[in-house]
């Protein structure tokens, strides 16, 4: 049987996991993106640039999930596993294998461009406010700031895929 893949589900509106986001467009290397931040109560916090790439960060600011072209990937002891499912007897077994070295730096440095990017349109304020939760939050944008500019410092790769 065909899986059909639909688009993302409406992040500002139903990722309810998030206690504060935001979601903003932005101009990235010439590419007009509309980006969305969720906050978590424990300090963890996402990014999607549109459908893909998404980051997921603990409350230490270390990437612990991410989905990048198309593949799902997480971090166990400071490195990168990419994630897979397959089908077998009618049951779903998940897999992972850890990258060799020289893919997890080209990946890092993939998360780290983007998270940076992003970091530099917000510095500039070159962007469009679509929406937040909440709405009378006066502190988002500039919290969000901080965490992409901690993460574009010091990108490090967790140790938990976790939250």
Same mark, same amino acid.
């Given at each position: 049987m065909a899986i059909n893949q639909q688009p993302r589900e409406n992040l500002l509106t139903e990722a309810k996991a998030y206690s504060r986001r935001v979601l903003l467009r932005g101009s990235i290397e010439s590419l007009q993106i509309d980006c @969305?931040? %969720?906050l978590r109560r424990n300090g %963890?916090? !996402?990014? $999607?640039f549109g459908e893909d790439p998404a980051l997921h960060f603990n409350n230490g600011n270390q990437l612990r999930r991410a $989905? #990048?072209? %198309?593949?799902? $990937? *997480? !971090?166990?002891? %400071?490195? #990168? @596993?990419a994630l897979g499912r397959e089908t077998l007897g009618g049951k779903v077994q998940f897999n992972r294998h850890r990258l060799c070295e020289l893919? *997890?730096?080209? #990946?890092v440095s993939l998360c780290r461009n983007s998270v940076s990017s992003c970091a530099a349109v917000l510095a500039a304020n070159q962007f469009e406010l679509l929406g937040q939760f909440p709405v009378d939050d006066q502190h988002l944008i500039d919290d969000i700031r901080l965490k992409l500019n901690a993460v574009t410092h010091d990108f490090i790769l967790a140790n938990m895929p976790n939250a």
């Open positions: @969305f931040f %969720g %963890g916090w !996402s990014i $999607y $989905y #990048l072209c %198309g593949q799902r $990937y *997480e !971090s166990v002891d %400071g490195r #990168l @596993f893919d *997890e730096q080209h #990946l």
